[in-house]
């Protein structure tokens, strides 16, 4: 079943290009599984074929367009829920407890800078909005830090996307090579976002020792 909603996300992006990354890049920011590997990066190879209608900058931009706009909606739900709903009732919306126990200790652990490193790691990403609701984190601050962490997530996974379609020209009509080709690209990413967040969290703690 995965592999045939993988094949026909990725036919969106294909049949309707930027339409397609939008409302693909807002789906991911949701509950929904929908990993942005395969929506970004195709986009990208389309647009550096000859006579494309898109670009790699408009790539890029709308991603990040669909990534805030996603967010904000779960954001602005789980403001408006609160925590006690989303706690009994999210596991008819894939969104068992553990999951967002796991979201809010991410969140509580880096604060503000939680939402940032949260867009570019699996899994986190999905789920960062919520316990940003929860907590009322001020709306100007989780869309600051959601639009400039999408933006460059956006513009890597474009950038690995040329990559990898200049290195295998016919990837397109792959979905799963293409996905596993980017998610082995994008490891060093997610790695040194990882250092960076256990960095930052340990000048919190050290400064907090001072105190």
């Not at 006579?51 to 790539?59: A, C, L, P």
Request: glycine letters at 8%; charged letters at 15%; aromatic letters at 12%.
């Amino acid at each position: 079943m995965i592999h045939e909603l993988i094949q026909e996300w990725m036919q969106w992006v294909v049949d309707w290009g930027y339409w397609g990354v939008l409302l693909l890049m807002a789906m991911e920011s949701t509950v929904l599984p929908v990993p942005s590997e395969i929506v970004v990066p195709p986009a990208a190879i389309m647009a550096a074929q000859e006579g494309s209608d898109m670009t790699f900058w408009g790539v890029v931009l709308v991603g990040t367009i669909g990534a805030y706009v996603g967010s904000c909606i779960m954001y602005g739900l789980s403001l408006w829920l609160g925590r006690p709903f989303i706690h009994r009732y999210g596991k008819y919306f894939l969104l068992p407890p553990h999951k967002v126990e796991k979201a809010e200790a991410f969140m509580q652990r880096y604060s503000t800078m939680g939402i940032f490193f949260a867009r570019f790691l699996p899994v986190v990403r999905h789920l960062i909005s919520i316990p940003a609701g929860i907590s009322k984190v001020p709306f100007l601050t989780f869309s600051l830090a959601t639009f400039v962490g999408s933006g460059i997530w956006s513009a890597v996974l474009a950038w690995f996307g040329h990559k990898v379609g200049a290195e295998h020209p016919n990837i397109l009509s792959d979905p799963e090579g293409l996905l596993n080709a980017v998610k082995a690209e994008s490891h060093l990413v997610v790695l040194g976002v990882l250092l960076l967040a256990a960095l930052y969290a340990l000048m919190k703690w050290m400064t907090r020792e001072k105190e």
